[in-house]
Structure formats: C-alpha cells, structure tokens
Nanobody, 128 residues
Framework: EVQLVESGGGLVQAGGSLSLSCAAS????????IAWFRQVPGKEREGVSC????????RYADSVKGRFTVSSDNAKSTVYLQMNSLKPEDTAVYYC?????????????????????WGQGTQVTVSS
C-alpha cells in the first residue's frame, strides 16, 4: 500500500523557516517523483516544488524560487521541503504527492493531474 505521510507543519512568523518531511512507503522510492503542493480554502491546489528521486532533478514554482529547497534522502525514502523567508501568503495546507517516473515529466511536474498518490497534508501558518 502506497503511503505518504507529511510532517513538520506549524505556526511561524513572517521571515521565519520551517522544514516539512514526506515519508514514503509501499513503492520503489528511487523510481518515483515526489512533489509538494499547497492549498488554501476556496483556491485550487498549487504545485510548489518537485524532485525526481532517480537523479535529483528539481523544479520550483516562481512564487517560491530562492526561498524553498526540495531534497530527498533515498535511504530514508523521505523528501524534505526547506522553507525559508516565509511570507503570510505561504499559509496553506501542504501536501506531498508521488508519481512513477514512467508516467511523469519535469515539464508537468507541478501539475496536480501528474500525481496519483497523495498524503493527508500538514498545515503551515505564517503570521504577519
């Protein structure tokens, strides 16, 4: 059974940092891409960043470039999202998602439809 479990969310002041983790199980981690999405009530889910676990290729949304860093620890089957210089507009529920590299491209790496497995989400709140 595929499982993705996010952790690390919380409340932080603007300008602060948080690190999210996505622990994966039930599939060959190295053969998958993992992405981070976020969603606020009433808005569509937004792709934040993604990483191909096979070679570490990454992609970021323009809104987080230079502030967020995605990384993976293949030995632990875990993907991290380091979020620095947080802004109130980063407030959202953050989800991780997984897709087989056989069915995934970096070009579409921030698209919701690219992913078939999702975690439950973790709340990130940035106060001004």
């Amino acid at each position: 059974e595929v499982q993705l479990v996010e952790s690390g969310g919380g409340l932080v002041q603007a300008g602060g940092s948080l690190s999210l983790s996505c622990a994966a199980s039930g599939f060959p981690f190295d053969d998958y891409a993992i992405a981070w999405f976020r969603q606020v009530p009433g808005k569509e889910r937004e792709g934040v960043s993604c990483i191909a676990n096979s070679d570490g290729v990454t992609r970021y949304a323009d809104s987080v470039k230079g502030r967020f860093t995605v990384s993976s620890d293949n030995a632990k089957s875990t993907v991290y999202l380091q979020m620095n210089s947080l802004k109130p507009e980063d407030t959202a529920v953050y989800y991780c998602a997984a897709a087989s590299l056989w069915e995934w491209t970096i070009v579409a790496g921030l698209a919701v439809d690219e992913y078939s497995h999702w975690g439950q989400g973790t709340q990130v709140t940035v106060s001004s």
